[in-house]
């Protein structure tokens, strides 16, 4: 069965950086694609990065130039570096991983998520 393990989060002041860690098992690498996700308050659940299956990246344009996913496919884990941060960017976020959209900011596209980490931006 896929798990996903995140790793990371916590609170920083605006302009400031964080690293997100999540940990998939070796069989969600192969066959699974992932993207990352978060929730405001009171707000619903967003994408903020994906992967296409030939391993691009994309974001949409609320974090773009600001967000980088990336994958350690050696030690089954995905990073989400997020910089230049700022208030708005507070939720919860989520790793997640599909078996069968690559690239999807859509969360109903997704089967299996990570315990979600949580991210406070103070200004």
């Known amino acids: 069965q896929v798990q996903l393990v995140q790793s990371g989060g916590g609170s920083v002041q605006a302009g400031g950086s964080m690293k997100l860690s999540c940990i998939a098992s070796a069989y969600a690498f192969s066959d699974y694609c992932m993207g990352w996700f978060r929730q405001g308050p009171g707000k619903e659940r967003e994408g903020v990065a994906a992967m296409y299956a030939d391993g691009t990246p994309r974001y949409p344009n609320s974090v773009k130039g600001r967000f980088t996913f990336s994958k350690d496919v050696a030690n089954y884990t995905l990073f989400l570096q997020m910089n230049s941060l700022q208030p708005d960017d507070t939720a919860m976020y989520y790793c997640?991983?599909?078996?069968?959209?690559?690239?999807?900011?859509?969360?109903?596209?997704?089967?299996?998520w990570g315990q979600g980490t949580q991210v406070t931006v103070s200004s």
């Open positions: 997640a991983a599909s078996d069968r959209y690559c690239g999807s900011y859509d969360a109903s596209d997704y089967d299996v």
